[in-house]
């Protein structure tokens, strides 16, 4: 049947398919938005081809390019010229490709755009090898000869093995300093500043005697040998480390010499085959899951920023449950149901939507420069000048988080204990329960889906949120874990590494973005990924714990 | 009667020691459990509006004035030597310094009067001091004018030291780093009754006014000597104007540029000296109203502003405004209303503060920038001759006609922000306007702190605004989709879809919209607007061609998936739309859309700007939006709707004129909590905009918010100062706005549900 346009649009029916498109596009954007996201995070860990290309510059030079592809874009060449760039006359569109030429040592720079149409020649042969570093990122060419000190021991065919033998070699050697250098010494550093403390406590007290002096003096003796011995193991680590190097010719011909102890690994992407690139993928996927960061923080894994979160959100779950719980159960089941109660229930539930930056501000204000304070005051005088709580850290972030994530706790409780049926407790109160038996035997274990869902949802909340913890705590680099081998082992005081924190920091704050752009995302797909599971394991709990009371439900 | 055996109840004793101590334990833990539920819930609802309270604690002591309290009153130390013409107080306020009439510098402590030093100036016998001024304000160089036509240069310093290790000892003394001899200036030896003295990295000048109305001066070139570090004066040259009527006060700016001359009749002429040869006349202005008698004039901090006060107790700030030619005009910016002869007035060593005394015996503490009168006291009916100010604000001496010093000190924490400063347009030194500024730091002390909160809340506002303007058709109509035509099935998978993005951190949308939106917009900026026209388009037409298309197909697709039906048309649309953009800027804009706006219509273009933060933030409102407008149009009493349908409306007439209308308050309060969240938003603010505290409604320029400039300036911000305090004031505007438009919706969505409840 032929429906008349007129007609059609008297019926309203335009509105109707306006709103469907406005679902359809606020769905379509949401799953957009994630694909972008675990698109661009995931891709980042799989070894792409490596190029050579003859670039010819616009006043007809010719170059050689070697790198990766990172990204391309289509614009208009008035654009480029805008920003000062030379491109042909005649030309309208541009398609153009960043390369990843790494090598930032060498070249200044390791990320170029060039122009497709003046990359000729374009190719991937297997002899192109990529050696991720320490530091200046990533190296691209061709080996020519690896050295022993100054003496070539591969060149040619068998260099290639020769150098993945060393390279591991060189690796473990690195993992031994690091775990020396991080770990033993780190332990040493912190036992001395603790001596350092206990002295200046001692002297405050006044009980500074010559024994307990004594006592200290011998304890730093052994320290400092112990420090001494750890220095002399690294000497010969260092000495033994810095054995081998290779040599490698990049793209401007140029040969380089890299010593092997600043390399992390070095894989020729062009000559693996598919099983190889999907092992690699994984090794690399683990390495960003499990390993500290590199070069201010845009290589490398995300560890600690990891670990960090997991901490902090724990910490604030274990503080906000209790009291979420037992603000609740006063509200609904103790207080008096009168205006006044009304009142607190909707200001608490406000308190949901207040700005978190207010919390922060709050905590800094409150938590730390009154609180903390007073700790100090009080507690750690010998510290003083510089602060030990009474700065951000650990404890504060996760306190202040706690107040920002009570009210979903308290509201979601109070759901709960509001949907079981007043005949549920007056019988348990017929039998001659208690109140408080009744509550803890019959009511609570009713209301625990609730309870758990608002502690999910609480954490899903505060593992995201990262304006507060911008005042009350995280860094973008702390040397250390806040729960490590060092008594007393959970350090509360400590500042930390944070997901969120991280994605802000190095996509804003980092002196090489385009680097660590695709880390980033990375970053946000575990965060995303890490709190979609909290949400949906809230779900899931609900429903099972709901199902398994429904019985009690009428 | 026996007989029959009764069927006896089994023999339990309730009341066994046992039980009867169970039933207490049972009785005791309920009523600790009670209480301690009942301490730890009102104690957690105490600590969660800690919050609001001990924000407002923060914010207090901004509005509050000041406050001094007498700490000694002594005869003036060494009376006998005159009356005081200089006073000052050294850092800590612990010694006090006069210079008096008698050619005598006397150091004395300020807690008891007790004389420290007495130094006689070298100065000839017979010959006494005409006139005496700082070399600045905050600065210790002083020229002393001579009866005698010469002038002398002498500077008082404090030495800190600690001999007996924690003990602070200041000892006070004198420096002649220009020499020790008077050196002339009128060569006719008439006194120098008005002098002014600058004393900067390479130059010194001196200006003098011999017998109230020549003008004399010299400057000098400073050389300083590598080896000894003795600085080496040559005489520069200097030509000063001829002023016809009485000189009564002489002001030298800081640069050495301006040359302020006062007539008694309140009028100053204002000289340019830049060219040292030939001085240019820039402007003369009465200052006083009616030719009132002017009583004192001197610079604020930094050597800008002037102030002046008449007889009749009117204090007059100016400074020099310079428009678009590059020339200079004196203007008054404020007045202050003291009452009472001035007599004195101090300026302030780090702030834009001072404090006045008059003949009334009133002492009076101002402050520019806010334009407060932080204090206003009565000290007594003996007029007060003199007021000096300690380097930190927090000590004052004040001297009376009878000769008594009285030692003050001053609790005057924020002067410097009133409620007018904070909300409405001020006019700052070095502009040409009052105008919003908010500039709450920079390198050096002179530095007027800029703290107007205008255009932050400015900026939250119109980020909210943008915000919503995408946020809200697309929720709302979305939402009314859902609610009301959607199919089930599919129902349960879009809402927990859209959903889910409520619990997606803003952080990652934040980092998307500056390091993955911004630029893309910028390079495809057609296409945004592409988009905004064809895809509504491309959905009507969609769905009359659907509508039109046979049966067959029609009806495969059940009612209520529509939006499945045009996934495929958006993403289509969405890529046509950005393959097309470059083309469409080649056509349109000269190839460079943000370029062409610029030149063509003048409106300036940031790549990360209010269209992006709209979008991002409209993205994270969305699913607030959506989810409680769903809620209140889904939970319309299906009633009315199948009313409405039976007596022939259509679906969509139902939906305009019956649903609606009764789920139009939860729709309002859908949009209040989805506005109170975009105002608090904080990332997506701070990594999608500039964060530039602009005030302007371009929606390609950025913006800083309240949260976001609490989340840059907050860590730096020092503890207690008034930055700091009103920063927390931010957060409490913010508190309190978000608090009151979730209080609104949540009591017009409790009305709502009642009102369905009846239904």
Redesign the interface.
């Known amino acids: 049947?032929?429906?008349q346009?007129k007609e059609?649009t008297r019926?309203?029916?335009?509105?109707?398919?306006?709103?469907?498109?406005?679902?359809?596009?606020?769905?379509?954007?949401?799953?957009g938005?994630l694909w972008?996201?675990a698109v661009r995070g995931l891709s980042h860990f799989w070894p792409h081809e490596v190029i050579e290309a003859e670039y010819v510059g616009p006043d007809g030079s010719s170059q050689r390019i070697i790198g990766q592809v990172a990204d391309e874009?289509?614009?208009?060449?008035?654009?480029l010229?805008?920003a000062g760039q030379t491109v042909p006359e005649g030309v309208?569109?541009v398609r153009r490709l960043l390369v990843k030429v790494g090598n930032r040592d060498t070249l200044g720079f390791d990320f170029r755009w060039v122009d497709e149409t003046s990359l000729h020649d374009q190719r991937a042969p297997t002899d192109l090898f990529v050696a991720e570093r320490d530091e200046w990122g990533n190296f691209y060419g061709r080996l020519v000869r690896v050295f022993e000190q100054d003496k070539v021991v591969a060149e040619g065919e068998g260099a290639w093995e020769a150098l993945q033998a060393r390279i591991k070699r060189a690796r473990a050697l690195h993992d031994k300093i690091y775990a020396i250098e991080k770990t033993d010494i780190g332990s040493v550093n912190y036992a001395m500043e603790r001596l350092r403390l206990k002295q200046r406590r001692l002297e405050l007290e006044g009980r500074d005697t010559p024994e307990a002096l004594a006592d200290i003096a011998a304890e730093r003796a052994a320290l400092e040998k112990r420090f001494a011995a750890m220095q002399d193991e690294l000497k010969v680590l260092y000495g033994e480390i810095g054995r081998d190097s290779f040599e490698a010719e990049i793209m401007t011909g140029q040969v380089v010499k890299v010593p092997l102890a600043k390399v992390v690994r070095v894989f020729r992407p062009n000559a693996m085959s598919l099983t190889e690139k999907v092992g690699f993928y994984f090794s690399k996927l683990w390495e960003f899951v499990s390993d500290d960061p590199r070069e201010a923080n845009t290589e490398g894994g995300i560890f600690p920023a990891i670990y960090g979160t997991v901490l902090m959100v724990l910490l604030m779950s274990v503080l906000v449950t209790p009291?979420?719980v037992?603000?609740a159960?006063?509200?609904r089941?103790?207080?008096h149901q009168g205006a006044l109660t009304r009142t607190?229930r909707?200001?608490?539930?406000?308190?949901a939507?207040?700005?978190?930056?207010?919390?922060?501000?709050?905590g800094?204000?409150?938590f730390i420069?009154f609180i903390g304070a007073h700790i100090d005051e009080a507690l750690y005088p010998e510290a003083l000048p510089s602060p030990t709580f009474g700065t951000p850290g650990l404890l504060w972030a996760s306190l202040t988080l706690a107040?920002l994530t009570?009210?979903v706790v308290?509201v979601a409780t109070e759901e709960g204990l509001a949907r079981i049926p007043r005949s549920v407790r007056e019988g348990s109160l017929a039998l001659g329960a208690?109140?408080?038996?009744t509550?803890?035997r019959v009511v609570l274990p009713m209301a625990s889906p609730a309870m758990m869902t608002g502690v999910i949802l609480a954490i899903?909340?505060a593992?995201?949120?990262?304006?507060p913890l911008?005042?009350v705590g995280v860094v973008k680099l702390a040397p250390s874990l806040p729960l490590d081998g060092n008594y007393p082992y959970l350090h509360l005081d400590q500042k930390f590494m944070h997901m969120?924190?991280h994605?802000?920091d190095v996509?804003?704050q980092s002196p090489n973005?385009e680097a660590a752009?695709p880390l980033?995302y990375a970053t946000?797909l575990l965060?995303?990924l890490v709190?979609?599971l909290l949400?949906l394991s809230a779900?899931y709990i609900r429903n099972r714990l709901r199902e398994r009371y429904k019985a009690l439900e009428m | 009667m026996q007989s029959t055996t009764q069927v006896q109840p089994p023999a339990i004793d309730f009341d066994t020691p046992a039980l009867r101590r169970r039933r207490k334990l049972r009785a005791l833990t309920d009523k600790v459990a009670g209480i301690s539920i009942g301490a730890g819930g009102v104690s957690v609802i105490v600590a969660v509006s800690l919050i609001f309270f001990y924000l407002l604690y923060e914010v207090m002591p901004l509005f509050e004035g000041a406050e001094i309290e007498q700490k000694a009153e002594y005869r003036l130390p060494v009376a006998e030597a005159g009356p005081t013409l200089y006073g000052w107080l050294e850092e800590q306020g612990e010694i006090g310094m006069r210079l008096a009439e008698g050619n005598r510098v006397i150091f004395y402590r300020t807690q008891t009067g007790e004389v420290v030093d007495d130094i006689a100036l070298p100065i000839p016998e017979g010959v006494r001091i005409a006139s005496v001024s700082g070399a600045g304000v905050d600065k210790t160089l002083l020229a002393l004018g001579l009866s005698d036509g010469s002038y002398l240069l002498v500077k008082h310093v404090y030495k800190v030291s600690y001999p007996e290790g924690t003990t602070r000892v200041i000892t006070p003394g004198l420096e002649f780093p220009y020499g020790e001899e008077p050196v002339e200036l009128d060569p006719q030896q008439r006194p120098i009754t008005q002098i002014s003295v600058r004393d900067a990295e390479d130059t010194l000048m001196i200006v003098g006014a011999a017998d109230n109305h020549t003008l004399l001066g010299r400057l000098f070139e400073k050389e300083e000597s590598f080896l000894t570090g003795e600085v080496e004066l040559t005489d520069a040259g200097l030509v000063l104007p001829t002023v016809s009527g009485k000189v009564s006060r002489l002001l030298l700016g800081p640069e050495t540029r301006w040359l302020y001359v006062f007539a008694p009749s309140g009028e100053v002429t204002m000289y340019d000296l830049l060219d040292r040869e030939a001085p240019r006349l820039n402007q003369q202005l009465p200052v006083t109203s009616g030719g009132v008698e002017l009583a004192d004039a001197r610079f604020l901090l930094g050597g800008i502003s002037l102030l002046v006060a008449d007889v009749q107790g009117q204090i007059t700030q100016l400074f020099p405004v310079r428009d678009d030619n590059n020339h200079y005009t004196l203007e008054k910016i404020r007045h202050f209303d003291f009452g009472g002869r001035v007599t004195n007035m101090a300026a302030e060593h780090q702030r834009k503060g001072f404090a006045a005394v008059s003949d009334t015996g009133t002492l009076g503490i101002f402050y520019t920038t806010s334009e407060r009168v932080v204090l206003r006291e009565q000290l007594g009916d003996t007029p007060l001759r003199r007021v000096t100010i300690a380097p930190r604000a927090n000590y004052l001496i004040i001297e009376d006609e009878a000769g008594t010093v009285r030692f003050y000190s001053v609790k005057n924490e924020h002067p410097d922000v009133s409620w007018s400063a904070l909300w409405s347009k001020v006019w700052y030194e070095g502009y040409s306007e009052p105008e919003y500024i908010w500039q709450s730091s920079a390198s050096n002390n002179d530095f007027e702190p800029k703290f107007s909160l205008s255009p932050l809340t400015f900026g939250t506002l119109k980020a909210a605004f943008y915000a919503m303007l995408i946020a809200m058709p697309l929720a709302i109509c979305g939402a009314i989709y859902t609610a009301n035509f959607m199919a089930p099935r599919l129902r349960t998978k879009v809402k927990p879809t859209i959903e889910l993005m409520e619990a997606l951190p803003t952080v990652i949308l934040g980092f998307l919209a500056g390091l993955f939106f911004a630029p893309f917009m910028e390079s495809h900026l057609p296409g945004v607007f592409t988009v905004l026209v064809l895809m509504p388009l491309a959905i009507v037409v969609f769905g009359f061609v659907w509508s039109n298309l046979p049966g067959a197909i029609r009806h495969r697709v059940p009612d209520g998936w529509a939006p499945v039906l045009l996934v495929p048309v958006i993403i289509v649309v969405g890529w046509f739309s950005f393959a097309i953009s470059p083309q469409v800027e080649l056509w349109l804009f000269d190839g460079n859309m943000p370029h062409w706006l610029t030149t063509e219509l003048g409106i300036d273009f940031d790549q990360r700007n209010a269209l992006v933060v709209g979008a991002a933030m409209g993205f994270a409102v969305i699913p607030t939006i959506f989810s409680i407008t769903e809620d209140a149009i889904f939970s319309v009493p299906k009633s009315l709707v199948h009313g409405s349908l039976a007596l022939g409306a259509t679906p969509w007439q139902t939906l305009v004129r019956v649903v609606l209308p009764t789920a139009s308050p939860g729709i309002f309060s859908a949009v209040m909590i989805g506005l109170g969240r975009a105002v608090g938003e904080t990332m997506i603010v701070l990594m999608a905009t500039g964060n530039t505290p602009v005030m302007d409604w371009n929606i390609f320029e950025g913006m800083r918010t309240l949260a976001a400039n609490i989340a840059v300036e907050m860590p730096e911000s020092e503890v207690a100062s008034t930055h700091f305090r009103v920063l927390f004031l931010a957060a409490l505007v913010l508190f309190l706005f978000t608090f009151a438009v979730n209080t609104l919706a949540e009591f017009i969505r409790q009305r709502l549900r009642t009102k369905y409840s009846v239904m």
């Open positions: 049947m032929k429906v346009l059609w019926k309203g029916e335009p509105w109707v398919w306006l709103n469907a498109g406005a679902v359809a596009l606020s769905t379509v954007m949401v799953l938005l972008l996201i874009e289509i614009i208009t060449a008035q654009q010229r805008d309208e569109v009291f979420g037992v603000a159960v006063y509200l089941e103790y207080a607190i909707i200001a608490v539930n406000n308190l939507g207040v700005p978190s930056i207010v919390y922060g501000v709050f800094l204000g409150f420069y107040i009570l009210p308290i208690t109140k408080f038996e509550l803890w899903a909340r593992a995201g949120e990262v304006a911008m005042l969120g924190f994605i802000y996509g804003f973005v752009r980033v946000a965060l995303v709190i979609a949400n779900v």
